[in-house]
């Protein structure tokens, strides 16, 4: 998994948002839009800088998706 497999995964998800829904991405239930909201903005600050590394305070859910996709 990687950073591409992640942006696509959420485009998917996002498609099929009915605005009250949450989310489940890599087995991890309950995710917000926010995590996703998150989860892009994560995309946006590796395509730049090529790790996440000084981005340290995730909630466990969105560390969990970025371990899945290799980003963490």
Known sequence: ?????LEFDISVAL???N???NFELAGVKNLSRADLDTLQMCCSYYDE???LHPLRYFSTEVKEVLKHY???
Request: hydrophobic share 30%; net charge negative.
């Open 49 to 51: 800088h090529g790790t």
């Open 15 to 17: 498609d099929r948002w």
């Open 1 to 5: 998994m990687n950073k591409e497999d």
């Open 70 to 72: 290799g980003m963490l």
């Open 19 to 21: 605005e009250v829904s």
